[in-house]
């Protein structure tokens, strides 16, 4: 009885807010999972955004005036935390980032920080979708991205305003901050920075310490699975985990520590040889290496498939390769749900005035499209006009005039129609820039250039996509699970066609 209580309790809006919620796409039985993986950066550890991409944009300007001789006044270029969000597309051969709806359109596009207008966006993408298999297309999967692609913009607007248009190669340039931002996180140049002092860039989660003990206690064995170094990942789970009264190392958490480990080809079946993973020595209970695979981290747990959830931040390289090359369940962490939550949930007058304007000016189209119909149908009877009237139909007077009164009746009625239609005209147009007025205000309320990362318009976006897709469920942050009983049945929303609404 007390577990059918809590599981009632959970299953109300006021016992967890919305924001800390854990939302599902694919049902998913917390008890049917014997291992639990996590991935290190943006997932068990949540950076201090503006500090951390800051850091990196920074950097990387002075890696390109040093090594690739780009004009010393790029470095009084400024970090705009909101001008980029994930989910973004960079178009290298245009000098474009565009922001993309789930039926993969350009819904809204910028050159360089400039926003296009939709005939040029329209004479650029010509309403197709794009192959963004292509070479020339950067999908922006991480929070990584972030500072890298702000710098690409800010560079396309700065190179252009020294020369022509045409003289930039806008991918030369993409190139080149990719390749040093690459080089910044490779020699540790921002690295060094971060274990210094952790604590400027790592935000600490009270409650994390709490769900990994609760997923130990009901029996789940837990695995760190990183790209990052031994000494990156030690500096920054000593930060999250180890608390000084305690005296506990980080390590003891889990029951296996793989990093280095070169996601995503950690998770490909048919990997190409490479180097033998190499064994470290830790205070883990279990084994920890430097390197490895898929198999290796299977069979060490006595776990595979859907026996294993890892939770991840990357669509890509953490949840997608894994579900679909071992058939692990995925949990995403998408850090940025909190804030959209928030919002969303402010904005819930604004959604339900926007619902109602658009059932309006749909029902004013269908009454324009009634009257247009009975209107052209009255100017067909109209072309037939009787020179003559027949005796039994009007006055002499009206036989003279060569008009019966029908014929005058339907020319009022004709009238009408006209009056009737401009009238509608008028209000559709009106309802219609109310429309276009109050999605600017909410889309901006998200972000003021790009809207909300999971929408575009009245569509999903094609990052939203990937998150309905690829993750079994997501949410904002590992502790969020705390809320949820170690055997709860996560069950994904019934599904409604556009009929059923």
Known sequence: MGRQRERALLETDTFIPRANRV?????????????????????LAHYDAPSIERLAFDATKRKLVEKRGYPEGILKLRYNPDFVVRGLIVDKKRGNVLKMDAFKYVRRAYHGRRLLSKEERSRVYRSQMLRLGHPNYVSVDTLFHLPEV?????LVDFLESGRNASDVDYTAVYEDVRAMIDEAHGDGSLKRVIVRNPGQFVRRDPKLVETLEEFRRSGKKLFLLTNSEFYYSDALLRHLLERKQEKRPWESYFDLLIVDSRKPGFFLESRRPGPLPQRLETRCPGPAYSGGDASL????????????????????????????????????????????????????????????????????ELAKAEIGRRHRRLLRELEVRPEVATEREGTTGDRLAGRSPSHERKERQRQRFEEEMSALRHQASTAAGEIRALRRRIEAEYNPYWGSVFHEGNVVSRFGDQVRDFACVYTSRVSNLLRYPDSYFFQSPMTWMAHDL
């Open 23 to 43: 939302f599902t796409n694919r049902n998913l039985r917390l008890a049917g999972i014997a291992a639990i993986g996590f991935d290190l950066d943006h997932t």
């Open 297 to 364: 981290l299977e069979t060490t747990l006595g776990a595979a498939g859907d026996r294993i959830l890892y939770f991840g931040d990357h669509t890509y390289g953490d949840i997608l390769r894994s579900k679909k090359n071992l058939g692990w369940r995925t949990a995403m962490i998408v850090s940025e749900l909190e804030q959209e939550v928030v919002t969303t949930e402010k904005l819930v007058r604004d959604y339900s005035r926007l619902e109602k304007l658009i059932q309006a000016h749909d029902e004013l």
């Open 150 to 154: 702000y710098l690409y913009a800010a």
